[in-house]
Nanobody, 124 residues
Framework: QVQLVESGGGLVQAGGSLRLSCAASGRTLSSYGMGWFRQAPGKEREFAAAVSWSGGSTDYADSVKGRFTVSRDNAKNTVYLQMNSLKPEDTAVYYC?????????????????WGQGTQVTVSS
C-alpha cells in the first residue's frame, strides 16, 4: 500500500510559479511510475504530467508542455511538479498518483494509488 500526500498548492498570479510536492509513505516509490493529474471545477480529471520510475522518461499534456516539469527524487520518496508561467486555466485541484507500471503512463485508470489533492488557483 502506498500513501501519497501532496503539498505546495496555493494562490498565485498569472505568470507566476508554484512547485508541488508529492511525498510517499508505506512503500518506496522507486518501482512505481508517477503521474500528476488535475481537475478543474465542473470538469473531468485530466492528465498533466508523468514520469517513469527512474525519472528518465517524462510526458506532458499539450496544455502544460514547455511550462511544467515533472521530476522525482527516489531517495526522498518524493515527486515534484514545477509549474511556471501559470495561467488562470491551470486553476484546479492537482493530484499525484502512483502506477505499478514503471514506464510513463497517461491513463488515470492505470493508477492504483492517489493523493488527496492540493488546490492551485491562478488569478488573472
Amino acid at each position: 500500500q502506498v500513501q501519497l500526500v501532496e503539498s505546495g498548492g496555493g494562490l498565485v498570479q498569472a505568470g507566476g510559479s508554484l512547485r508541488l510536492s508529492c511525498a510517499a509513505s508505506g512503500r518506496t516509490l522507486s518501482s512505481y511510475g508517477m503521474g500528476w493529474f488535475r481537475q478543474a471545477p465542473g470538469k473531468e480529471r485530466e492528465f498533466a504530467a508523468a514520469v517513469s520510475w527512474s525519472g528518465g522518461s517524462t510526458d506532458y499534456a499539450d496544455s502544460v508542455k514547455g511550462r511544467f516539469t515533472v521530476s522525482r527524487d527516489n531517495a526522498k520518496n518524493t515527486v515534484y511538479l514545477q509549474m511556471n508561467s501559470l495561467k488562470p486555466e491551470d486553476t484546479a485541484v492537482y493530484y499525484c498518483a502512483a502506477t505499478r507500471w514503471s514506464s510513463v503512463i497517461t491513463n488515470s485508470n492505470d493508477y492504483a494509488y492517489w493523493g488527496q489533492g492540493t488546490q492551485v488557483t491562478v488569478s488573472s
